[in-house]
């Protein structure tokens, strides 16, 4: 069955240190990635996806990703953190049922000091 | 296009009396999944359907749950009777064929007292 592990529950950042967010999945099919973000009181946003192109993604916001098979990783990373990103961040993967349908892991949310 | 939309945004009720949640999906979109947010069990799936038709409802808590999509444009969720431990955000999702990732309404805050 597909999962996902989201390594931490909570990260605190300063602003402009790097953001690195872990996310580890297990898939017996070839994996689709999504991360997703949610501010406070709203639904959860799409920041990037991987669906087996480029293994390099970059989502909007100056978030990007990169997929690595060896280590049935997806991590989400930014080179400068802002105000504005404190958030909470869901590490997705589509079903092996159907890729329509994801499963998403605990969450981490992200603070970001002055 | 106005997204996904739900409501009421906000719901209170009391312990016993039905509760409906509204979701009007994304025009085209063929797929559209309930979620429900709690702090203690995170994000959970209820139910998904395709094309109107219920093809996953293994996530619904109890019998006391049910949802319907009577069409392409709108789906609910009803609870009853509903139940303190019911209290949780309901997300609406919906998303087109496909690993394209799924457009999320704001949510519906339920409170049951």
């Known amino acids: 069955a597909q999962s996902v592990t989201q390594l931490g529950s909570h990260v605190s950042v300063s602003e402009g240190a790097l953001v690195l967010l872990r996310c580890n999945y297990s898939?017996?099919?070839?994996?689709?990635l999504f991360w997703y973000v949610q501010y406070p009181n709203q639904g959860l946003q799409l920041l990037l996806k991987y669906t087996s192109a480029a293994t390099l993604v970059k989502g909007i916001n100056g978030f990007e990703a990169e997929f690595k098979k060896s280590e049935t990783s997806f991590h989400l990373t930014k080179p400068s953190a802002h105000m504005s990103d404190a958030a909470e961040y869901f590490c997705a993967v589509s079903d092996s049922g159907g890729y329509n349908k994801l499963i998403f892991g605990a969450g981490t949310r992200l603070a970001v000091h002055p | 296009d106005a997204g996904v939309i739900q409501s009421p945004r906000h719901e209170v009720t009391e312990m016993g009396q039905e509760v409906t949640l509204r979701c009007k999906p994304i025009?085209?979109?063929?797929?559209l999944f309930w979620y429900r947010q709690t702090m203690m069990r995170g994000l959970e799936l209820l139910i998904y359907f395709n094309n109107n038709v219920p093809i996953d409802d293994s996530g619904m808590p109890e019998d006391r749950f049910s949802a319907k999509m009577p069409n392409a444009s709108f789906s609910t969720l009803k609870i009853q009777p509903s139940e303190p431990r019911d209290s949780a955000v309901y997300f609406c999702?919906?998303?087109?064929?496909?690993?394209?990732?799924?457009?999320f309404g704001s949510g519906t805050r339920l409170t049951v007292v």
């Open positions: 898939s017996s099919v070839p994996p689709y």
């Open positions: 999702a919906s998303s087109l064929r496909g690993p394209t990732g799924y457009t």
């Open positions: 025009s085209g979109h063929d797929y």
